[in-house]
């Protein structure tokens, strides 16, 4: 189920939201997760810090997922999948799809349907 609302800018939403935490996928397949800040600069998103574990990551699985945690269960988690680069101790990250996600009501759950708030986000300006 989506919210019947206007295509919202990425680069309007990522101010709402404080730290996120960062999507990595290990050499095991197994996810690797950190707390990040996260700053925009252009169009790609930029983590400064990043530590061992999530440069060699980064570097031998660039697709990267972060998830801006809501401040309340009424509120939409930021949701964005993007396409990292590793310079330095730094990931820019090219947003791919980015989305305002949260749980629909359990009631509204059908088998094989999802029932969760989805809103696609734009990621070019306008």
């Known amino acids: 189920m989506s919210a ?8 309007n939403v990522i101010t709402r939201y404080g730290f996120a935490y960062l999507m990595t996928t290990s050499d095991k ?4 997760a950190v707390q990040v800040r996260v700053v925009q600069q252009g169009s790609d998103l930029v983590v400064n810090g990043v530590g061992t574990h999530t440069r060699a990551n980064a ?3 660039p697709v990267v997922g972060l998830i801006w945690p809501p401040q309340s ?11 990292a ?8 990250i090219m947003p791919t ?4 996600h949260r749980a629909g009501p ?3 759950h059908e088998a094989g ?4 708030d989805c809103v696609e986000l734009s990621l070019t300006s306008r």
């Open 113 to 116: 349907k999802c029932a969760s």
């Open 97 to 100: 799809r980015a989305v305002l």
């Open 4 to 11: 019947p609302r206007e295509l919202e800018r990425l680069e």
């Open 85 to 92: 680069t590793v310079v330095d101790e730094s990931l820019r």
């Open 59 to 61: 570097l031998a699985r």
């Open 29 to 32: 397949g197994s996810p690797h």
């Open 73 to 83: 269960e009424a509120e939409y988690s930021l949701i964005v999948d993007g396409e």
């Open 106 to 108: 359990s009631a509204s």
